[in-house]
């Protein structure tokens, strides 16, 4: 069956830096479009980056501090994310989808993980 399993998260403080990765198993990873969302407490889950096929796409207020990577041999994806801020506090799900379609919304995509919390805070 399908796993998607996040670590990673933490609290970290303003302007600092966190590697969240995704273990994947159960599926053809490599074909596959990878994604991160988050949800902040009171609000939706939002769409932050996704991974297919050598190419990335990220969500306009993380651009330039967070990056996407994954490694096919190793079925895991990665979320760098540098120059964290407050808003940024959230739980992180990783999702994976045969298509791509609808990426942007959560009900685009097939599989998720538990999630992992980020917190930025000083």
């Known amino acids: 069956q399908v796993q998607l399993v996040e670590s990673g998260g933490g609290l970290v403080q303003p302007g600092g830096s966190l590697r969240l990765l995704c273990a994947a198993s159960?599926?053809?990873?490599?074909?596959?479009?990878m994604g991160w969302f988050r949800q902040a407490p009171g609000k939706e889950r939002e769409f932050v980056a996704l991974?297919?096929?050598?190419?990335?796409h990220y969500t306009d207020s993380v651009k330039g501090r967070f990056t996407i990577s994954r490694d096919n041999a190793k079925n895991t994806v990665y979320l760098q994310m540098n120059s964290l801020k407050p808003e940024d506090t959230a739980v992180y799900y990783c999702?994976?989808?045969?298509?791509?379609?609808?990426?942007?919304?959560?009900?685009?995509?097939?599989?998720w993980g538990q999630g992992t919390q980020v917190t930025v805070s000083s």
């Open positions: 999702a994976a989808d045969s298509l791509g379609l609808g990426y942007a919304s959560p009900r685009g995509w097939d599989y």
């Open positions: 991974s297919w096929s050598g190419i990335t």
């Open positions: 159960g599926f053809t990873f490599s074909s596959y479009y």
